[in-house]
Structures are given as C-alpha cells and as structure tokens.
C-alpha cells in the first residue's frame, strides 16, 4: 500500500504546554486522508493538518453517514510507542460502517494507515504517566447530492490529539425515564454521529437539575441499565464485577471488553446480563453496590458516586482500593509495557 507523505516544515511541538492539555483541543501536526470513489480506496495521503475542501451538498452534512473511531497510543517505559487494540477498534469500525451502509475499510488500510500515522507523529505521545495520545479514525459521506441516497463517496480520516491523564471527579447520575439514545434495532451499537446529537438535549435537561450524566435505559420500557452518558456502565454488586449484556442498543465498548478480561484474569468474578432499574434500587437500598463506573477510552474509569432513580438518590462509596481503580492500574501497566501483554493489546510502532 503507498501512501504519500507531506510533511509540515515547522512542527508545532514546542509551542504546546504538555501541563495543560484541554481534552482534544490540540491536534497534531499531521492527519491521514484517503478517498473511497468507484468502489476503490484511493489517494492515501498523510499531509499537515488542514481544513477540508467539502461541497455544501455533501450527503454526509444532511443525511449522517458518519461513523468514528476512539483510542490510544501510548508511550511505554523502554521509549517505543504502542497502539492499544488496533484489531478490536477496526472491528468495530466496520461493524458500525456497516450500519450505516458505509463501505468497510479493509484490514490493511486500517492497519497501515494508524501504523504510519502514529510512527510521523511519534514526538507528539505525551510520556507522563497516564497520558496518551488520543486518535480519532473517522468517515463521512462526501458524494455532492441532495437527494436522499446511500453516498457512493467517503473520506477516511486519522487526526490526533495529545491527552494528559485525568482522574474525573465521581459523577452524579440520573436514571433516564424519559428520553433513549437508542432503541433495539436502531444504531446504538453503532459509533456513529447521530446517536450523539441525540444525546445532547436529554444530557443537557439533566445537566440543568444538578446531575453530570444520565444513565440511559432501553429505549422501550425504560426498565433496564443500558449506559452512561458515553461511557459503557458497570457495577460492583456483592463482590462481582455486573455490566448490562451487549444488544443493538448498547456499544460494545474496547475498555468494558478489556476491564472484564483483566478482571477474570485477576479472578474477580463477572456476569454481563440484564439489570433492571428495579434491581439496582434493591441493591442500593440493602447497600450491597459497592461500585457503580463508566468505562470508556478517554478516561478509562469515570466513578459514580451517586444514583438518582425517580427523584430518590442512592449514595455509592468511591474508595482508593475499589475494583475499579485496580483494573485501571493494571490496564496502564499493560499499556506502559510495566506488566506483561497477556492478551497481545499493544501493536508496538518501531
Ligand atoms: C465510544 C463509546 C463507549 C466506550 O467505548 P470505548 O471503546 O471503551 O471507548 C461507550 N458508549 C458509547 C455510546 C460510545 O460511543
């Protein structure tokens, strides 16, 4: 695969303050392109960061064929750089692709074009502990028509942007019974757009009564956990590790996946199933919820510190040696190359 390359003449490295890292407000020198036109990727270029050149009649602006990608790499103790769970992320980017009828991006494009991203933008991995480099694969829509069709053009997208490691302050949540982000059947499982700009409004109604999330429930009955805010949710229920099992409304997060990995790894039992709101109230009434967390690439864990079900709030204790915080050391250590790679996550650019 050839990609042709573009440098910037002056990085703008020195210019950045590594102490003060506003979550993606920063990209990086350079960004990845290619084209998709008459069934063929085309034109992969990594060239200096610049604005697009769109046509308003981009079916992408109207119709919300896009689909992104969220995830990592990071600086390890021996100077290289990793990528943390490449395949599990390109999986996931066809699986959502393919939902919004987008054509996949094969293996190699994929692979490569991350690999080479990473390896020019190499000086741009933060080192201090925690911190990473947050990528974001992309694709949209670019055919120019207004009709309503399934475009037949796109653009795949690499842009990047350093992150400092940020311990989130524990959030209060609201129990959605109202409003979904997603339904059975709809686009949910799907990293796409959409399912964020409909997210927004319910999520700004609780932020205006005090709360920092909601924790959605199915679209239908608003009877079972799904998520929270972004971030997939798991619980703590009397020493076991519980998340809501995967369906077409939930995102198959790579940290719920990785957490429940290393948890069973580290012989702390798991159960992915149903929960009902019904039980989680039980269970905070008996106080036999000892954690409740988002899991999610930008912050790894995001604790809960209280649930609010039909204005009746539950407080959840957030302590130093919960099961939470344990996971999340052993997935840096992992990352950081300190602790042993059992399950192969790291693709370690030379
Ligand atoms: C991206 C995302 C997550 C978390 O997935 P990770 O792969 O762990 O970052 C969870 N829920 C939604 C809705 C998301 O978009």
């Known amino acids: 695969m050839d ?4 440098t910037v003449s002056e990085s703008g490295l020195s210019k950045v303050d590594f102490d003060k890292l506003e979550f993606g407000k920063i990209p990086t020198d350079h960004m990845f392109m290619a084209n998709y036109k008459n069934g063929q ?12 050149s769109l046509s308003p009649f981009a079916l992408g602006l109207h119709y919300g064929q896009t689909v992104f990608e969220g995830m990592k790499a990071f600086s390890m103790q021996d100077g290289s750089v990793s990528i943390f769970r490449l395949n599990q992320h390109h999986k996931r980017f066809n699986r959502s692709l393919e939902r919004m009828c987008m054509p996949p991006v094969p293996e190699e494009l994929f692979f490569e074009s991350l690999k080479s991203f ?12 925690g911190s990473s480099l947050y990528i974001r694969p992309f694709m949209f829509a670019s055919e ?3 009709g309503v069709k399934i475009s ?40 796409c757009g959409g399912n964020y700009g ?11 009564r005090g709360f920092d999330q909601v924790l959605w429930t199915d679209g239908r009955q608003h009877k079972y956990i799904e998520e929270s805010g972004t971030m997939n949710v798991m619980f703590v229920i009397d020493g076991t590790l519980v998340t809501p ?5 939930v995102l198959d997060g790579v940290t719920r996946n990785s957490m429940l990995k290393l948890a069973t790894d580290m012989n702390i039992p798991i159960e992915t199933r149903r929960i009902s709101v019904d039980e989680l109230e039980t269970h905070l009434l008996e106080e036999r919820l ?27 204790p957030v302590k130093e040696e919960a099961i939470m915080f344990r996971l999340k050391q052993r997935l840096a250590d992992i990352r950081a190359g300190k602790d042993r790679d059992i399950f192969n996550w790291n693709t370690v650019i030379q």
């Open 144 to 146: 120019a028509k207004l």
């Open 245 to 249: 099992e995967l369906t077409t409304s």
């Open 41 to 52: 990727w085309i034109n992969s270029s990594l060239l200096p960061f610049q604005p697009f």
């Open 118 to 129: 990473v390896k020019l933008e190499k000086a741009w991995v933060p080192k201090a502990n």
């Open 3 to 6: 990609i042709s390359i573009k």
């Open 290 to 316: 000892s954690e409740a967390f988002g899991a999610g690439t930008a912050a790894v864990v995001t604790p809960i510190k209280e649930i609010t079900i039909r204005d009746q709030s539950y407080s959840v």
């Open 152 to 191: 037949e053009e796109y653009v795949y997208s690499i842009v990047a942007s350093p992150v400092q490691s940020y311990y989130s302050d524990p959030l209060k949540v609201k129990v959605e019974d109202r409003f979904a982000r997603a339904v059975e059947g709809g686009t949910g499982y799907a990293k």
């Open 198 to 208: 409909g997210a927004f409004y319910p999520t700004m109604l609780a932020k205006q």
